[in-house]
T-cell receptor, first 112, second 112 residues
């Protein structure tokens, strides 16, 4: 059972470049999320999706976009990366109206 | 401003003793609270949760206490074990049920 798979595991990206972080889940969860983890700030919600075809903004959405074309995939795109987007990114999913969220292993992104 | 706060960045405890991790929240709409455990280079994993209709939930060595009037919850680990050494995140949701807000985390070190 894979659960949630994120790719790539890590990436060094030049500022100004476009980047898509991939996230796939095989649990048929309706809700999916993207968080970034920064030292001293914990996990902050970037975008979320309650069901396929819908998305919403979280706490720190600026500079990021998402799409939810189907239940399994929830890619996160940085249209033009900036150094402040250097972070560890976690994708997660949960049942609609469910309890805990399940997390992927994370993507470590460095923007230089 | 963060709606979920963990004011202790770190905690050190001797093996066999009790670990108490604290969390405060500001949003009175929160009605579901969770604790996650995170090891380095891994995604957070769900540990225990509590609904606002309860003031205590226990699962083995882990107990979560909720004080709604004080908007405060705590995680007790008894007895603490070296394998419990990790970063612990408090999270809350409510209203829009599928949005989770996280604290900044507390790094627990259990000394053998």
């Amino acid at each position: 059972i894979a659960g949630i798979t994120q790719a790539p595991t890590s990436q060094i990206l030049a500022a100004g470049r476009r980047m898509t972080l991939r996230c796939t889940q095989d649990m048929r969860h309706n809700a999916m999320y993207w968080y970034r983890q920064d030292l001293g700030l914990g996990l902050r919600l970037i975008h979320y999706s309650n069901t396929a075809g819908t998305t919403g903004k979280g706490e720190v959405p600026d500079g990021y976009s998402v799409s939810r074309a189907n239940t399994d995939d929830f890619p996160l795109t940085l249209a033009s990366a900036v150094p402040s987007q250097t972070s560890v990114y976690f994708c997660a999913s949960s049942d609609e109206g469910g309890s805990e969220a399940f997390f992927g292993q994370g993507t470590r992104l460095t923007v230089v | 401003d963060q709606q979920v706060k963990q004011n202790s960045p770190s905690l050190s405890v001797q093996e066999g003793r009790i670990s108490i991790l604290n969390c405060d929240y500001t949003n009175s709409m929160f009605d579901y609270f969770l604790w996650y455990k995170k090891y380095p280079a891994e995604g957070p994993t769900f540990l225990i949760s509590i609904s606002s209709i309860k003031d205590k939930n226990e699962d083995g060595r882990f107990t979560v206490f909720l004080n709604k009037s004080a908007k405060h919850l705590s995680l007790h680990i008894v007895p603490s074990q070296p394998g419990d050494s990790a970063v612990y995140f408090c999270a809350a949701s409510g209203g829009n049920f599928n949005k989770f807000y996280f604290g900044s985390g507390t790094k627990l070190n259990v000394k053998p």
